[in-house]
């Protein structure tokens, strides 16, 4: 069973900073990419940040030029480094990743969520 574990959520005022992480587990065969996702209150989720296997790096619009995801990709991590944080930023944070768990000759990919970080942004 594949399973992302994140930690790092919390309260900040806005303006500061707050840095996620996020670490997959379980049995994996390939990784092929994992990302951020957040779901504030009475809104969909939505991407925010995600890193593809070669690197190719994706930010919402909103989070350009504050956020920076990261890897370490010997321990299937990822980070979210958050800055000049917004109280529209306040939500839900998920940690998503596409995993191939088992080889075959077409590998199968699926999608996994963690169990989701609430981050605060007060005024």
């Known amino acids: 069973q594949v399973q992302p574990v994140e930690s790092g959520g919390g309260l900040v005022q806005a303006g500061g900073s707050l840095r996620l992480s996020c670490t997959a587990s379980?049995?994996?065969?390939?990784?092929?990419?994992m990302g951020w996702c957040r779901q504030a209150p009475g809104k969909q989720r939505e991407s925010v940040a995600h890193?593809?296997?070669?690197?190719?790096?994706n930010y919402v619009d909103s989070v350009q030029g504050r956020f920076t995801i990261s890897r370490d990709a010997a321990n299937n991590t990822i980070y979210l480094q958050m800055d000049m944080l917004k109280r529209e930023d306040t939500a839900d944070y998920y940690c998503?990743?596409?995993?191939?768990?088992?080889?075959?000759?077409?590998?199968?990919?699926?999608?996994?969520w963690g169990q989701g970080t609430q981050v605060t942004v007060s005024s």
């Open positions: 379980g049995s994996i065969y390939r990784l092929n990419g």
């Open positions: 890193i593809c296997y070669n690197g190719n790096i």
């Open positions: 998503k990743e596409r995993v191939a768990a088992v080889p075959a000759a077409v590998l199968r990919y699926d999608d996994y």
